[in-house]
Nanobody, 123 residues
Framework: VQLQASGGGLVQVGGSLRVSCAASGHTFSSYATGWFRQAPGKEREFVAAITGWSGVTTYYADSVKGRFTISRDNAKNTVYLRMNSLKPEDTAVYYC????????????????WGQGTLVTVSS
């Protein structure tokens, strides 16, 4: 599986942005896909994940719950992360990652990674 993240950019506090993760190489619908982020000087953290093996289930970090929405379009082999009500602390490089079937909040459990896309929230 090859992943390509895109859609990052500069947005003002309170604004919205959608990042995308396009996959190729395998039946992507059977993979769980997660979004992680890493801010400067901080460790990588889990943001959200979505499954697809036996129905679609979504998971969120407490810090983004109610503001971010993860979704997938299997016809396009793409997973999206819609980010609303953005805060300065959401500034980070956002990475998408995929693993077979089951989701995890641990980045080390994901085998496939995209290259990251930078999201900057300015005040």
């Amino acid at each position: 599986v090859q992943l390509q993240a895109s859609g990052g950019g500069l947005v003002q506090v309170g604004g919205s942005l959608r990042v995308s993760c396009a996959a190729s190489g395998h039946t992507f619908s059977s993979y769980a896909t997660g979004w992680f982020r890493q801010a400067p000087g901080k460790e990588r953290e889990f943001v959200a994940a979505i499954t697809g093996w036996s129905g679609v289930t979504t998971y969120y970090a407490d810090s983004v719950k109610g503001r971010f929405t993860i979704s997938r379009d299997n016809a396009k082999n793409t997973v999206y992360l819609r980010m609303n009500s953005l805060k300065p602390e959401d500034t980070a490089v956002y990475y998408c990652a995929a693993r077979w079937r089951d989701y995890s909040r641990t980045g080390g459990h994901y085998r496939y990674w995209g290259q990251g896309t930078l999201v900057t929230v300015s005040s």
